[in-house]
């Protein structure tokens, strides 16, 4: 949120009333919009602003899919390095001999989509012969059902796990079982991290201030 009259000082009182308990962060802030009327408040990541009625209330986010699909294509080579050195086996693979990735995400939704869609197409350009399953895990941020996800897309088969969540259950589990990690903003794992798709905010809030 912005307002060019006031200090930060000042508007801490603010995000501290509206702070998010248990619950999607955009009801608290168009609560608050509507509270203040002459602040603007921009919800990194989500989809209430068009329908709320607030015209101090906005979305906004980063074209992440495209840096998802160049993480998919370093995970296609991955799994070429992989298949050349021969540690693709059979359980890494379906019947019709395609090799099986996982993919860690949070909700059935638009942004987790458009992510994992471009993930898959940049390791399927490489190796055309990629296949990926996906498991949500109905929240952001939990830990251990993100890590029970990938646990259960390595017991699968998944030769590679990547996600779209935010806490380290997932490479945790890529670390335990010796499977490659294609993370989400920050590196993961010392012995399984292969890249991650990390958004840097500060060109947005230089343009919105």
Partial sequence: MYHDHCLMEDLYPLVKQYQPGN???QNYMVQAAEDYEDVAFVSMTGD??????????????????????????VAGMKLQELDKAGEIKDKNKNADGTVKVGYVGAFN?????????????????VCPSVTMEVQYTQS??????????AKALIANGCKLISQHADS????????????????????????????????NWVP??????
Avoid: Q
């Avoid at 607030?54 to 998802?68: I, L, M």
């Avoid at 251990?144 to 996800?149: D, F, G, Q, V």
């Avoid at 947005?204 to 201030?209: A, P, R, V």
């Fill in 168 to 199: 380290s259950g997932a490479p945790s589990a890529c670390e335990a079982e010796g499977i490659p990690n294609v993370a989400y903003n920050g590196t993961t794992g010392k012995n399984t991290f292969v890249i991650a798709s990390k958004i």
């Fill in 23 to 25: 619950g999607y962060h």
């Fill in 204 to 209: 947005y809030f230089e343009y919105m201030i």
């Fill in 48 to 73: 209430f602003a068009a329908i709320s009625g607030c015209d101090n209330f906005s979305n906004a986010f980063t074209n992440v899919y495209e840096s998802r699909y160049v993480s998919g294509v």
């Fill in 109 to 125: 939704y638009a942004e987790v989509v458009s992510g994992y869609t471009s993930f898959y197409l940049g390791a399927k350009s």
């Fill in 140 to 149: 952001w941020f939990d830990i251990e059902k993100e890590n029970s996800a």
